[in-house]
């Protein structure tokens, strides 16, 4: 991030995105065998550059755009967040399973 800057992958990483998200829509148009192998690589492609991009640049403003009074607090709900659906998810995917086995 020291090297490009975080506005320059934020807002070329959102651009990136977008031409993928087209491509990904211009490809409902086609007809074939292979427009589901192109949309799904495209949706891959798309899966990367926010991996690489707007990922891990949101952590970080977060973190730098409230004011100090706000950070501790920001900071705790966002923190509170993810617990909160990390412990859905793993009940979720217990009760599924549950259910699938009897």
């Known amino acids: ?3 490009y800057g975080r506005r320059f ?4 990483g959102l651009v ?3 031409i993928v998200l087209v491509g990904v829509g211009a490809t409902g148009f086609g007809k074939g065998p292979n427009v589901a192998w192109a949309s799904g690589s495209l949706l891959i492609v798309f899966s990367f550059l926010y991996q690489f991009t707007v990922g891990p640049v ?3 403003l977060v973190a730098e755009i409230p004011s100090t009074r706000l ?3 920001v900071s705790s709900f966002f923190w509170r967040r993810f617990c909160f659906q990390t412990t859905q998810r793993t009940l979720a995917s217990e009760i599924t399973d549950c259910r699938t086995r009897t």
């Not at 992958?9 to 070329?12: A, H």
């Open 71 to 73: 950070r501790a607090k």
């Open 16 to 18: 990136g995105m977008m």
């Open 9 to 12: 992958l934020y807002l070329w």
């Open 1 to 3: 991030m020291q090297k």
């Open 58 to 60: 949101c952590y970080c």
